[in-house]
């Protein structure tokens, strides 16, 4: 079983849509969650962390944790063309430096 | 956040080969860190780059095959030695350690885009 389990997609929905982007996670000792967003031929980019349980709210996005689910989501409110890229995410245990990453999200939003 | 840039952007190189990528950070920070991604994968973490000493590998990632150098505080290099075309891929370099960050929060260069023929 993998650590972080991601659906691949590709997810396709309407501008204006919301989207919802979800992870699974095996390893309880995980403490930090991120999200990077990863446009098509460049580098990861940080949008967003979280440590405890709850929502966390950023603009359009919203990221929520379910640890006793080991389940963590990506809501982005009112989709646009400009959020196609593909989504991580990305877990830390709080020690040391090793960030563990689920396969990634592709995601198209449509006109 | 921190600007971090790559070099080569891209390159395809012929099996047998070697090919060093470089790391530049517009600041000092406390680690770096080299990533290879690979199509349908999950970023994987090569190494650590430790500034004044050897690099900190990965399970099934050796220092012959996967070279580190880290000079300074800005700057890194990865050689991706002996190429055979399963070693193409995405390398990214990453950074920890900025002013005020936590050591989860990391930041990506744009990557190396290596196609081994």
């Known amino acids: 079983q993998k650590e972080v389990e991601q659906d691949p997609g590709p997810l396709s929905v309407p501008e204006g849509a919301i989207v919802s982007l979800n992870c699974t996670y095996s390893?309880?000792?995980?403490?930090?969650f991120m999200w990077y967003r990863q446009y098509s031929r460049k580098g990861p980019e940080l949008l967003m962390y979280?440590?405890?349980?709850g929502n966390k709210e950023d603009g359009r996005f919203t990221a929520q944790v379910d640890k006793s689910s080991k389940y963590i989501s990506l809501f982005i409110r009112d989709s646009q063309p400009s959020d196609s890229a593909t989504y991580l995410c990305?877990?830390?245990?709080?020690?040391?430096?090793?960030?563990?990453f689920g396969t990634g999200t592709q995601l198209k939003v449509e006109l | 956040s921190a600007v971090i840039s790559q070099k080569p952007s891209r390159d395809i190189c012929q099996r047998g080969t070697s090919l060093t990528i470089q790391c530049q950070v517009d600041?000092?920070?406390?680690?770096m860190f080299w990533y290879r991604q690979q199509p349908g994968q999950s970023l994987t973490l090569i190494a650590t780059?430790?500034?004044?000493?050897?690099?900190?590998?990965e399970s099934g990632f050796v220092i012959d095959k996967f070279p580190i150098s880290r000079p300074n505080l800005t700057f890194s290099t990865l050689t991706v030695s002996n190429m055979s075309p399963e070693d193409s891929s995405i390398y990214l370099c990453?950074?920890?350690?900025?002013?005020?960050?936590?050591?989860?929060?990391?930041?990506f260069g744009p990557g190396t885009r290596l196609t081994v023929t």
């Open positions: 990453s950074v920890n350690g900025l002013a005020g960050g936590h050591t989860y929060e990391q930041y």
């Open positions: 390893n309880s000792a995980f403490q930090y």
């Open positions: 979280t440590y405890s349980s």
């Open positions: 990305a877990i830390h245990t709080g020690g040391g430096n090793k960030l563990t």
């Open positions: 600041s000092q920070v406390t680690m």
């Open positions: 780059a430790n500034q004044g000493s050897e690099a900190t590998y």
